[in-house]
């Protein structure tokens, strides 16, 4: 997470830290934030974009508010 001084406050900003397990592929925080709002869990079963990899891993967020990844195996 990211703390932006701004006028009368703070901005926090989260950020994806997610990365695919097996391949190391970055997943982008934009996608990830458009699955969020469609679905009540608080974790998404996500498949690996890089055409050589297609591994399920799973994406949540931590404590600050960004999103990272896990291994489902």
Not at 3 to 24: K, M, Q, W
Not at 59 to 67: A, P, Q, V
Request: some cysteine; charged content about 20%; hydrophobic content about 30%.
């Amino acid at each position: 997470m990211k703390t932006v001084i701004i006028p009368n406050g703070f901005l926090h900003i989260n950020e994806s830290n997610a990365n695919c397990p097996y391949c190391g592929e970055h997943v982008d925080i934009g996608p990830i934030d458009l699955a969020f709002s469609k679905t009540k869990r608080n974790y998404l079963k996500w498949h690996c974009s890089n055409k050589n990899c297609g591994n399920l891993f799973g994406i949540t967020s931590d404590y600050k508010g960004d999103y990272v990844s896990y291994n489902l195996k």
